[in-house]
Every structure is written in C-alpha cells, then in structure tokens.
Nanobody, 121 residues
C-alpha cells in the first residue's frame, strides 16, 4: 500500500510563510509526477504546482514568484515553500503523486489527506 502524508499547514498572517511537506511511503517503483493542489470553500480543486520526472516545476499563475516546489528523491518527499501568502491562498492543500508501484504495472494517482492553510490577520 502507498500512503502520502502531509504536514506543515496552519494559520499565518498575510505576507507570512509556510512550508508544506508530503512524504510518500510504501512500495514505490517510480514517481512520475509530484504535485500540490488546493481547494477553497465552494471552489473546485486546482493545481498549485507540479514536478515531473525531469525535475522542471510548473506553477499556477496565481502563485508564480511566491511558491517554490522542491523534492528529496531519496526520501520520496516533496515540499511547497509558500511565501508572501495572501488571503486568497486560504484552502485545504493536497499533495498528489502519479506513480508506479512495481515494474510493468500501471501508473496510478494517489492523494494525501489534505492540510488546512489559513491566511488571516
């Protein structure tokens, strides 16, 4: 079984910073894509940032220049450094991975449980 466990959410004032972590555990042959999504109340889940196998990050326009995604391949862990946070960044943040558990098997999407990020004074 594969699990994604997130940490690092919380309450922060506008202009502040938070760092989210996502650790993948279990039987993993290869992680194809690591991602961060968020869902605000009453809104659809949206992609925030993603890292593909070649390590080139993609960011939503709304977070470019403020958020940075990185990863530790040895630990199967990825991070989202969030700076200059705004009220509109308030949401539940989910990590996601598209991965292959064993050689020759299908690629499958997995999701973390979500962590709340609240930006408020």
């Amino acid at each position: 079984q594969v699990q994604l466990v997130e940490s690092g959410g919380g309450l922060v004032q506008p202009g502040g910073s938070l760092r989210l972590s996502c650790a993948a555990s279990g039987s993993i042959f290869r992680i194809n894509v690591m991602g961060w999504y968020r869902q605000a109340p009453g809104k659809a889940r949206e992609l925030v940032a993603a890292l593909t196998g070649d390590g080139s990050p993609n960011y939503a326009d709304s977070v470019k220049g403020r958020f940075t995604m990185s990863r530790d391949n040895v630990k199967n862990t990825w991070y989202l450094q969030m700076n200059s946070l705004k009220g509109e960044d308030t949401a539940v943040y989910y990590c996601q991975a598209n991965l292959r558990r064993r050689f020759g098997t299908a690629d499958i999407d997995y999701w973390g449980q979500g962590t709340q990020v609240t930006v408020s004074s």
